[in-house]
């Protein structure tokens, strides 16, 4: 409290209404981007599980291609059992 605010209390009240104004409008836009950041993280996190089930769909169609399929042996050049697989010789 200054010499000036015992003189003029309308001076300070009205500097202490316009500051706690200018508090309240940091707070609400500091609500407003939280806000804003919760709606992009959950659009996000449903995008990612959107993509981890898609990759998953495609993992269990690649799976059924191999077992499937009919892969060559390197070394014999005949064709293995229904899904057996050839990697440098060794049969899975």
């Known amino acids: 409290m ?5 003189f003029n ?3 300070a009240l009205a500097a202490a ?3 706690t104004r200018e508090y309240a409008l940091a707070l609400d836009g500091a609500a407003d ?5 919760s709606a992009t993280m959950r659009v996000e996190a449903k995008t990612h599980a ?3 089930k898609n990759l998953e769909a495609e993992i269990h169609r690649l ?3 191999i ?3 009919h892969y060559r042996n390197p070394k014999t050049g005949r064709l293995g ?4 697989r050839f990697d440098a010789g060794a049969a899975h």
């Open 9 to 11: 209390p309308w001076g």
């Open 67 to 69: 077992a499937e399929g």
């Open 17 to 19: 209404r316009r500051e």
């Open 2 to 6: 200054t010499l000036l605010d015992i």
């Open 63 to 65: 799976e059924q291609v």
């Open 81 to 84: 059992r229904k899904g057996e």
């Open 50 to 52: 959107l993509k981890a």
């Open 33 to 37: 981007v939280l806000r804003s950041q």
